[in-house]
């Protein structure tokens, strides 16, 4: 799981043009959005872009447990791990 979430973090900086930011510089448990890595909708957006073509995973529409699979860097990947195996 730890390459698949830094594979998750190097996507986040590289799809979001995170330019000050290194991906093993984001903690996997840390937020994504508001208090955390500080990312918005626009950028919520783009992530899913850039997940659905890497990884070939869908999301249903934006759902609470859509929201909860965005909260942090572990979360995507265990929903990405879940995707590929399913």
Known sequence: ????????????????????????????????????????SIDALELGVALRKTFNVKFDTVTEEVKAHFANVRSLARFIAAQQAG
């Open 1 to 40: 799981m730890d390459d698949l979430e830094l594979e998750v973090k190097r996507l986040i900086v590289s799809s979001l043009k995170l330019e000050d930011i290194k991906p093993e510089e984001i903690d996997s448990e840390e937020a994504l959005f508001a208090e955390g890595l500080g990312l918005d």
